[in-house]
């Protein structure tokens, strides 16, 4: 995440000079302001912070310096011993302390704030509604800048190519556009990898106004369901949202299902995101309601987008002719540019558009649809849309043929049963040979996954090899015998067991036939492998790349 950091020349400044600068904010900036000095009038040791100038807020204990602020939020785990920790660490730079944690839970044997901290600690267990706004809000005093328009995706699957897809078809306009996400953060070209999908807030505030700085028009982001929980993307100015599909996985993090979806209905609500004008909709998905319902309830314009031709969607693909070099669309579409919702208001105009594109498989046409859908909410024309579709270059990792002088070999990142079922069914009919698919799990994640993942691979794969992904602290051995839970004999023969990636993707191009179509899938764009908190290099499409020359293949 490209980050801002303050200088011993930053200027300090205080909360109430934050609220005066009011021309220059959004009236949302204000109201976050007014709950903070709210909340600071009010604390019970009678401590008063907005004339008290500060630098900088701080997430992170570590980089507190002289006379910023250091905002503590619960953490995942409860732990207020470390969290206590990281207020005493911090309270000897700090100017002052915002605290999501009651302080009577942070101190013991009855010991007030103001007795044990050289600093004032303020109690503010709403701070995460206004947090985002409350970092742009000093970020933008420094130097006010124009924020570039948000599109925001989130879904299980999708996310990272249609938020490139944007930003491609924005720059090929001629807009400034920049992407955020898992496969990386900045201006297109020039990506720096990111260690989560959705930063904290203080990460994401920084790379907005970073953007800003360097005259981005457009952002199209990753909406994790995590982020949008924890309220990272608070304070972003969103205005078109998109939802691609919802399968099983962080179910180490959400209680269930409908947890997993009422987390990612979030980005559609209003009172989250008040700058949202648009809701883009995969009405093929099973949770599509939940997400309809909640933009709806928002008044935004919603469209909708389908891969069926007999559903009534704003976007539908009526005939799409795949190939090993992309696929060609027939695109139904239905009052997109007159900004019609799909409640069936208003008089709707119905078109045909034709359109070639490079992406390979049946799932990438799904994804250009919400791309597409995202460019005409933007302003686009759908006539200038389809010129500039065959331009377009599918995210590194997703759907990537590695190029071979016999055979086909595809590295994809499809982490989920689900998504390695779609690939799967993509590449099926254009294998004249057998279909290979080279997969392992993640560890110290959803353990209830593994065994399906084998499964959706054994489905759509006539050959599977099981390996490692990232094991990070579980013993490999343990997720391959957890992933073969359940498994036939017959479904034994087709396995090929073997714990180490790079002899697995070796085994895999060895044993492939001239006409096999081999998928070494769950890292795509990931350049490590992470085992025992240490993170060696490993690039599947690297590692692929050697074994092809290694085997006389490329």
Known sequence: MTTLTSSPSTPAVTLQQLLESGDRQHSLLQSSLTALLAAAGNTSEGVSVEHIPFAQFRLDSRHVAAHDVFVLLKSQTGHCQKSRDYVLQAASQAAFILSEIDPSDLFDGG????????????????????????????LQYQQPSRLPTVVAVTGTNGKTTISQLVAQLTQLTGMSSAVMGTAGNGRLGALVQASHTTGDALAVQQFLYQMALEKAEILALEASSHGLDQQRLQGVPISVAIYTNLSRDHLDYHADMAAYAAAKARLFDKTHFPSLTHAIINIDDEYAQVMLDMAHASGLTVWTYSLDAS??????????????????????????????????????????????????????????????????????????????????????????????RDGC??????????????????????????????FGCGGDRDAGKRPLMAQAG???????????????????????????????TAQYQRTHIEPARQAAIEYA??????????????????????????????????????????????
């Open 111 to 138: 010991q007030l704030p103001e007795e044990v901290l050289p600093c004032p600690l303020i109690y503010t267990p709403y701070i995460r509604d206004f947090l985002g706004s409350l970092i742009q809000a000093r």
């Open 509 to 554: 191009v060895m044993q492939a036939a001239p006409d096999d179509i081999v998928v070494i899938a769950g890292k795509g764009h990931e350049t490590y492998q992470e085992i025992d908190h240490v993170r060696y290099d490993f690039d599947d499409s690297v590692v692929l790349q050697q074994a092809l020359q290694k085997a006389g293949r490329r």
């Open 311 to 404: 559903k009534p969607a704003t976007f539908v693909a009526t005939d799409i002719t795949p190939s090993l070099e992309g696929v060609k669309i027939a695109l139904q579409t239905e009052s997109a540019d007159k900004g019609t919702d799909d409640t069936g208001t208003g008089h709707k105009e119905s078109r045909c558009i034709n359109i070639v594109s490079p992406l390979l498989g049946r799932f990438n046409v799904a994804n250009l649809l919400a791309a597409i859908a995202a460019a005409a909410a933007l302003g686009m024309s759908l006539e200038r849309i389809a010129e500039l579709v065959p331009q377009l270059q599918g995210a590194v990792g997703r759907m990537q043929r590695v190029a071979s």
């Open 458 to 488: 054994l489905a759509g794969a006539d050959r599977v090899i099981l390996t490692a992904d990232n094991p990070r602290t579980e013993d490999p051995e343990a997720i391959l015998q957890d992933m073969q839970a359940g498994m036939s």
């Open 409 to 438: 070999f595809i590295v994809d990142y499809a982490h989920t049963p689900d998504a390695l079922s779609q690939v799967l069914a993509s590449l099926r009919t254009h294998c004249e040979g057998q279909l290979w698919a080279v």
